[in-house]
C-alpha cells in the first residue's frame, strides 16, 4: 500500500501578520548579529533557520526583516528590536498585511473560528534557537514599520571591574559627552554609507551594578548610554576614552580636545574597549505595546535565564576557588600583582588616521562601487523631492 502524498505547504493559504519582536541573546560565542557572506554562527543565521524550519517565513528576502541596530562580534543584547512578516493563524489582525487564499471561500468561516487565537510564536520560534538566544515579546506594527528607522532611542550599558579606577575622574569626562557633538573621533569611519558624524548623547552615566554587592577592586560598574542614534563602534571608543581617564593617564578634558574636529580634524590611533561587556540594553519606540508571551511560555524564559545565571554562578565560585589556591602558594613578601606600566604615549600626541574626504577619495574596488551607487541614489531622490 502507497504513503499518502504529503500536501505541499502553501504560504499563499495563510495570512501574514508584521510583527516587531524583542530579542535577548547572550552574544559572546557569536560572531555578531548580523548575516553576512562566508560568515557562520551569527545571531541572525540562527534565527532564519528556526523562522524557516517552522515555515513562520518564506525566506528572509520576503519577509521585509529590520534590526533596530547591528551589534558586532562578542556584543550581547537584552532588548534588541526586530521586525518582519510572518504566517499568522488569524485571518485578520492588527499588523496584518495579507489575507490567505484560504479564507476566501465562504466555507472555510469555519475554519475562522476555530483559529481566533494567534500562534505562540515566542514559544515555537525558541523551542527552535539555541540556548543563548531567545525572543521575549512581541507587538504588531504597521506594514511600513521599520525596526532601525521607527526606534527614537537606544540605551547600551558597559560593564567594567572597579580595580584602579578613578571614578570620580569618570564621571567627570562621561558629562563631556552629553549633547549633539561630531563624534568623528570617537568611531570607526564608514566612509561609504555614513555622510556626517554629528550624533546626540542624551544620558551618560557611571554607577555600580547592584548585583552581587561587591566592594573594592571586584566591584562592577556599569556605564549607561543613551542616545537616539550611534556611529560604528562609538560606544566602545567612548569607553577607551573614559578607561584611560579612570587610569589617569589621561586628563577628563581629553574629550573636549577630541570633540573639537577643528582642532583635532584626525582621529589618533587608540584601541577600543573590548566587546564581550557591551549590552545594547534595549530599544525604544513610540506607541509600541509589547505583549508578554502565555503565561507557561513566560514561565519557561524565566526559568531559562535562570538556569544560566546560576551556572555562570557555579563557574565564577571554582574560578574564585582557584584563584584562592594559587594565591596561597606565593612566597611571603613577594609581591607577584603589580605590573609595571610601560611608556604611555598621550593620545594627542600619537600618530592619525587619514581623514574623512581622504579616506573617500581612497575607495577602491567593491568599495568604491557602492559608494558610487548610493551617491546616484542621493541624487535621484533629491530630484524626486524637488
Not at 489575507?99 to 510564536?121: A, F, P, Q, R, T
Not at 558597559?158 to 558629562?175: H, T
Not at 556611529?231 to 577630541?258: D, N, T, Y
Not at 612566597?331 to 574623512?356: A, N
Request: aromatic share 10%.
Amino acid at each position: 500500500m502507497k504513503g499518502k502524498k504529503k500536501k505541499e505547504f502553501r504560504f499563499e493559504d495563510y495570512s501574514q501578520r508584521r510583527i516587531a519582536f524583542q530579542m535577548v541573546y547572550l552574544g559572546w560565542n557569536y560572531k555578531g548579529l548580523v548575516c553576512q557572506k562566508d560568515v557562520d554562527e551569527t545571531i541572525e543565521e540562527k534565527l532564519f533557520l528556526a523562522l524557516e524550519k517552522l515555515k513562520l517565513i518564506k525566506s528572509r528576502d520576503e519577509c521585509q526583516y529590520s534590526r533596530s541596530g547591528r551589534t558586532d562580534k562578542g556584543v550581547s543584547a537584552t532588548g534588541q528590536v526586530i521586525a518582519f512578516n510572518i504566517r499568522s493563524s488569524l485571518r485578520e489582525a492588527r499588523g496584518t498585511v495579507s489575507i490567505g487564499s484560504k479564507y476566501e471561500s465562504l466555507e472555510d468561516k469555519k475554519n475562522e473560528l476555530k483559529e481566533e487565537v494567534e500562534m505562540d510564536w515566542i514559544r515555537m520560534i525558541n523551542q527552535n534557537l539555541p540556548p543563548e538566544i531567545r525572543l521575549i515579546s512581541w507587538s504588531p506594527v504597521s506594514s511600513d514599520f521599520d525596526a532601525r528607522f521607527n526606534t527614537s532611542r537606544r540605551v547600551y550599558k558597559y560593564f567594567f571591574p572597579k580595580q584602579n579606577m578613578n571614578i570620580e575622574r569618570m564621571k567627570e569626562g562621561a558629562q563631556k559627552f552629553i549633547g549633539e557633538h561630531d563624534f568623528r573621533n570617537f568611531c570607526k569611519m564608514d566612509v561609504v554609507n555614513v555622510d556626517h558624524f554629528m550624533r546626540r548623547i542624551d544620558t551618560f552615566v557611571v554607577n555600580p551594578f547592584d548585583e552581587g554587592n561587591k566592594e573594592g577592586e571586584e566591584a562592577v560598574y556599569c556605564i549607561t548610554i543613551e542616545g537616539s542614534a550611534f556611529l560604528w563602534h562609538q560606544v566602545r571608543c567612548m569607553v577607551s576614552i573614559l578607561f584611560l581617564i579612570g587610569q589617569e593617564l589621561e586628563e577628563p578634558s581629553l574629550v573636549e580636545a577630541l570633540l573639537d574636529v577643528s582642532s583635532n580634524p584626525n582621529k589618533p590611533n587608540y584601541l577600543m574597549a573590548e566587546e564581550i561587556p557591551l549590552v545594547l540594553w534595549k530599544c525604544e519606540y513610540q506607541d509600541l505595546e509589547w505583549n508578554l508571551p502565555i503565561p507557561t511560555t513566560f514561565s519557561a524564559l524565566v526559568s531559562h535565564f535562570k538556569d544560566i545565571k546560576m551556572d555562570f554562578v557555579i563557574k565564577n565560585s571554582i574560578t574564585s576557588l582557584a584563584l584562592s589556591h594559587i594565591k596561597s602558594l606565593q612566597s611571603p613578601g613577594v609581591d607577584y600583582e603589580s605590573k609595571k606600566r610601560g611608556h604611555y604615549i598621550p593620545i594627542l600626541e600619537r600618530d592619525r588616521q587619514g581623514s574623512f574626504e581622504d579616506k573617500r577619495q581612497q575607495l577602491t574596488g567593491s568599495k568604491r562601487i557602492r559608494f558610487e551607487k548610493k551617491k546616484e541614489k542621493s541624487a535621484e531622490y533629491s530630484q524626486k523631492a524637488e
